[in-house]
């Protein structure tokens, strides 16, 4: 496998900040990136196979959307038990793609496993026991989270599970500034300059839109699941599961 390289991308001052995007310089340092920003999400990968041990059933498809370079697909694909299913990991990032490929064919299982390129919103559900939104909604315009949402939950089979994680917002102001300053200093413990943490919340002020944990729950009664629950949640980093 690749070794895994320091996440240098905001380091120096940049004159022109571009919007950030899941391209072949992301691509490359994306472990390191998730394992320094994203409070938990170890714990959040270790659970996702937990949960694919107790939900995923036999014959069906499991859908991991979103899947950047495979870390879910490749925790649901060790502890998988059900016989004749397969795994589809979609991601509309051709660089996140091709390493994903090879991130999964260096561990062998038995499950197997499809990497697509392709859009998640133009993707059809069908005939699924567990779905994995692993911080991908987020990234997608909000006007089309619900109908995306509805399309998982009409995909899925009845005791079907949906595994949202996601950064969230907070409705009181005062919350959301404790919060984001937590995360800050998270980032900064795990060795982010001031000039790094501000240049990346500039490019992705205009990508990344987190919605209010309200905002998720309702839109699982809307789409039709019958049981919603957060299951973890460090500072302003949640993950949800929503059962049909």
């Known amino acids: 496998m690749t070794p895994t390289k320091a996440d240098l991308i905001y380091s120096s001052p940049q004159s022109t900040i571009k ?7 992301v691509v490359e340092v994306f472990p390191d990136m998730i394992k ?3 409070p938990g999400y170890s714990t959040i990968i270790e659970t ?4 694919s041990k107790n939900y995923v059933r036999n014959n069906t498809n499991i859908y991991d959307l979103g899947c950047s370079l495979g870390a879910a697909t490749l925790a649901m694909r060790q502890n998988i038990e059900a016989e004749n299913c ?3 990991g979609i ?3 051709s660089a996140m793609v091709e390493r994903c490929k090879m991130h999964i064919n260096a561990f062998k299982g038995t499950t197997p496993c499809t990497i697509i390129q392709n859009d998640i919103l133009a993707t059809t559900i069908e005939n699924a026991s567990m779905v994995v939104l692993n911080f991908t909604l987020q990234f997608i315009d909000k006007e089309k989270r619900q109908q995306l949402l509805n399309n998982i939950a009409t995909g899925l089979n009845k005791g079907g599970i949906l595994v949202l994680s996601e950064k969230i917002s907070h409705q009181d102001s005062q919350c959301h ?5 937590l995360h ?7 060795g982010y300059s001031d000039l790094e943490i501000a240049q990346k919340r500039s490019a992705l002020e205009q990508v990344m839109k987190p919605d209010s944990l309200e905002t998720h729950l309702n839109r699982f009664e809307q789409a039709g699941f019958s049981h919603a629950s957060t299951w973890f949640q460090c500072f302003n980093f949640v993950s949800l599961v929503a059962i049909k």
Do not use: E, M, P, Y
């Open 91 to 93: 991601d509309n990032s």
């Open 36 to 38: 320094r920003s994203v």
């Open 184 to 190: 800050h200093d998270f980032k900064r413990a795990n």
């Open 19 to 25: 919007d950030f995007s899941f391209d072949a310089q």
């Open 86 to 88: 397969q795994i589809i």
């Open 48 to 51: 996702i196979g937990r949960l």
């Open 177 to 181: 500034s404790l919060l984001t300053d």
